[in-house]
Protein backbone atom coordinates (compact mmCIF):
# COMPACT_ATOMS: atom_id res chain seq x y z
CA UNK A 1 0.00 0.00 0.00
CA UNK A 2 3.02 2.05 0.98
CA UNK A 3 4.35 1.98 -2.63
CA UNK A 4 1.02 3.01 -4.25
CA UNK A 5 1.45 6.06 -2.50
CA UNK A 6 4.69 6.89 -3.15
CA UNK A 7 4.27 5.92 -6.84
CA UNK A 8 1.19 8.06 -7.13
CA UNK A 9 3.04 10.87 -4.76
CA UNK A 10 6.19 10.58 -7.19
CA UNK A 11 4.05 10.38 -10.43
CA UNK A 12 1.73 13.52 -9.57
CA UNK A 13 5.28 15.72 -8.38
CA UNK A 14 6.54 14.55 -11.95
CA UNK A 15 3.41 15.67 -13.58
CA UNK A 16 3.14 19.36 -11.04
CA UNK A 17 6.85 19.56 -12.88
CA UNK A 18 6.27 19.11 -16.23
CA UNK A 19 3.13 21.42 -16.23
CA UNK A 20 5.10 24.31 -14.46
CA UNK A 21 8.24 24.14 -16.99
CA UNK A 22 5.74 23.79 -20.28
CA UNK A 23 2.44 25.35 -20.39
CA UNK A 24 3.19 28.27 -16.88
CA UNK A 25 4.86 31.15 -18.40
CA UNK A 26 7.86 32.96 -17.09
CA UNK A 27 7.47 36.71 -18.02
CA UNK A 28 4.90 37.85 -20.44
CA UNK A 29 4.91 41.40 -22.63
CA UNK A 30 4.64 43.55 -25.53
CA UNK A 31 6.76 44.19 -28.57
CA UNK A 32 6.05 46.49 -31.04
CA UNK A 33 7.26 46.46 -35.17
CA UNK A 34 7.42 45.27 -38.06
CA UNK A 35 6.86 41.24 -38.72
CA UNK A 36 10.22 40.86 -41.27
CA UNK A 37 9.17 37.03 -41.63
CA UNK A 38 6.75 34.58 -40.88
CA UNK A 39 6.08 31.36 -41.91
CA UNK A 40 4.65 27.79 -41.28
CA UNK A 41 7.15 25.42 -40.72
CA UNK A 42 8.32 22.27 -39.84
CA UNK A 43 8.90 18.61 -40.48
CA UNK A 44 6.77 16.61 -38.16
CA UNK A 45 5.21 19.32 -36.23
CA UNK A 46 4.33 22.45 -38.46
CA UNK A 47 4.18 25.59 -36.44
CA UNK A 48 4.08 29.62 -37.00
CA UNK A 49 7.11 31.14 -36.68
CA UNK A 50 8.29 34.38 -37.14
CA UNK A 51 10.44 37.88 -36.70
CA UNK A 52 9.76 41.25 -35.70
CA UNK A 53 11.57 44.02 -36.54
CA UNK A 54 11.92 45.81 -33.55
CA UNK A 55 14.39 48.84 -35.08
CA UNK A 56 16.73 50.44 -32.92
CA UNK A 57 19.13 53.02 -32.49
CA UNK A 58 22.75 52.32 -31.87
CA UNK A 59 24.09 54.84 -28.58
CA UNK A 60 27.60 53.63 -29.72
CA UNK A 61 27.83 54.27 -33.38
CA UNK A 62 24.66 56.73 -33.43
CA UNK A 63 23.08 54.82 -36.19
CA UNK A 64 20.19 52.72 -36.65
CA UNK A 65 20.38 49.02 -36.17
CA UNK A 66 18.12 46.73 -36.66
CA UNK A 67 16.84 44.43 -33.73
CA UNK A 68 15.18 41.37 -34.21
CA UNK A 69 12.42 39.31 -32.14
CA UNK A 70 11.78 35.72 -32.98
CA UNK A 71 8.61 34.02 -31.82
CA UNK A 72 6.45 31.56 -32.54
CA UNK A 73 2.19 31.48 -32.31
CA UNK A 74 0.25 28.13 -31.71
CA UNK A 75 -3.28 29.83 -32.13
CA UNK A 76 -4.83 30.03 -36.22
CA UNK A 77 -6.90 32.88 -35.09
CA UNK A 78 -3.59 34.92 -34.07
CA UNK A 79 -1.69 33.74 -36.62
CA UNK A 80 -4.05 35.21 -39.22
CA UNK A 81 -3.85 38.29 -37.83
CA UNK A 82 -0.21 38.60 -38.02
CA UNK A 83 -0.34 37.13 -42.15
CA UNK A 84 -2.75 39.94 -42.56
CA UNK A 85 -0.38 42.14 -41.05
CA UNK A 86 2.40 40.92 -43.31
CA UNK A 87 0.61 41.39 -46.11
CA UNK A 88 -0.05 44.79 -45.30
CA UNK A 89 3.34 46.11 -44.30
CA UNK A 90 1.30 47.43 -41.31
CA UNK A 91 3.01 47.68 -37.99
CA UNK A 92 1.86 45.57 -34.72
CA UNK A 93 2.22 45.33 -31.02
CA UNK A 94 2.56 41.26 -30.63
CA UNK A 95 1.66 40.33 -26.85
CA UNK A 96 3.68 37.20 -25.63
CA UNK A 97 4.41 34.61 -23.04
CA UNK A 98 8.00 33.35 -22.25
CA UNK A 99 7.95 29.60 -21.59
CA UNK A 100 10.67 27.92 -19.35
CA UNK A 101 10.90 24.87 -21.54
CA UNK A 102 10.06 24.85 -24.99
CA UNK A 103 8.52 21.32 -26.44
CA UNK A 104 9.18 20.22 -30.41
CA UNK A 105 6.10 20.26 -31.18
CA UNK A 106 5.30 24.07 -29.60
CA UNK A 107 7.68 25.94 -31.97
CA UNK A 108 10.83 26.75 -32.35
CA UNK A 109 11.34 29.67 -29.30
CA UNK A 110 10.19 30.14 -26.25
CA UNK A 111 8.30 33.10 -26.85
CA UNK A 112 4.41 32.48 -27.81
CA UNK A 113 2.78 35.43 -29.20
CA UNK A 114 -0.87 35.26 -27.51
CA UNK A 115 -2.30 38.91 -29.18
CA UNK A 116 -2.24 41.02 -31.80
CA UNK A 117 -2.73 44.46 -32.09
CA UNK A 118 -2.37 46.88 -34.83
CA UNK A 119 -0.95 50.15 -35.08
CA UNK A 120 -2.19 52.92 -36.89
CA UNK A 121 -3.45 51.43 -39.77
CA UNK A 122 -4.39 54.58 -41.71
CA UNK A 123 -0.83 55.60 -41.67
CA UNK A 124 0.98 52.10 -43.13
CA UNK A 125 2.41 54.35 -45.70
CA UNK A 126 3.90 57.01 -43.78
CA UNK A 127 4.94 57.98 -40.37
CA UNK A 128 2.52 58.58 -37.33
CA UNK A 129 0.98 61.54 -37.48
CA UNK A 130 1.52 62.18 -41.72
CA UNK A 131 -2.21 63.22 -43.14
CA UNK A 132 -1.86 61.91 -46.55
CA UNK A 133 0.34 59.22 -48.27
CA UNK A 134 3.73 59.66 -50.13
CA UNK A 135 3.62 60.75 -54.05
CA UNK A 136 0.23 62.62 -53.25
CA UNK A 137 -0.43 66.08 -53.03
CA UNK A 138 -0.60 67.93 -49.47
CA UNK A 139 -4.80 68.49 -48.71
CA UNK A 140 -5.55 72.15 -49.94
CA UNK A 141 -6.39 74.45 -47.10
CA UNK A 142 -8.80 77.49 -48.20
CA UNK A 143 -7.28 80.92 -47.12
CA UNK A 144 -9.01 82.39 -44.16
CA UNK A 145 -11.43 85.03 -45.24
CA UNK A 146 -10.89 88.15 -43.11
CA UNK A 147 -14.10 89.20 -41.34
CA UNK A 148 -16.01 92.19 -41.58
CA UNK A 149 -15.70 94.40 -38.44
CA UNK A 150 -18.62 94.28 -36.26
CA UNK A 151 -20.66 97.95 -35.94
CA UNK A 152 -20.31 99.42 -32.61
CA UNK A 153 -23.09 100.99 -31.38
CA UNK A 154 -22.32 104.44 -30.25
CA UNK A 155 -25.67 106.05 -29.03
CA UNK A 156 -24.77 108.17 -26.02
CA UNK A 157 -26.67 107.91 -23.17
CA UNK A 158 -27.71 111.25 -20.91
CA UNK A 159 -28.27 110.79 -17.28
CA UNK A 160 -31.21 112.00 -15.95
CA UNK A 161 -31.82 113.02 -12.41
CA UNK A 162 -33.65 110.25 -11.71
CA UNK A 163 -31.09 108.10 -12.58
CA UNK A 164 -28.34 109.69 -11.02
CA UNK A 165 -26.80 108.94 -7.95
Known sequence: MRRILFLLFFL????GIFYYLTVWSYSDGERAGTISKY???????K??????NVGGFSG????????????????????QQ???????GQRVTLHYEEKLVKLPWNGETKYFVTDVEIVDPQYQYGM???????????????PAQ???PTQVDTVDTVQT???AL
Open 47 to 52: TWEGVL
Open 82 to 88: INQAVKT
Open 60 to 79: ETGSLTPQYFDFSVEDDSVA
Open 12 to 15: LLIF
Open 128 to 142: PGQRYYPNQPAPQTQ
Open 146 to 148: PSA
Open 39 to 45: SRRGYVF
Open 161 to 163: PDT
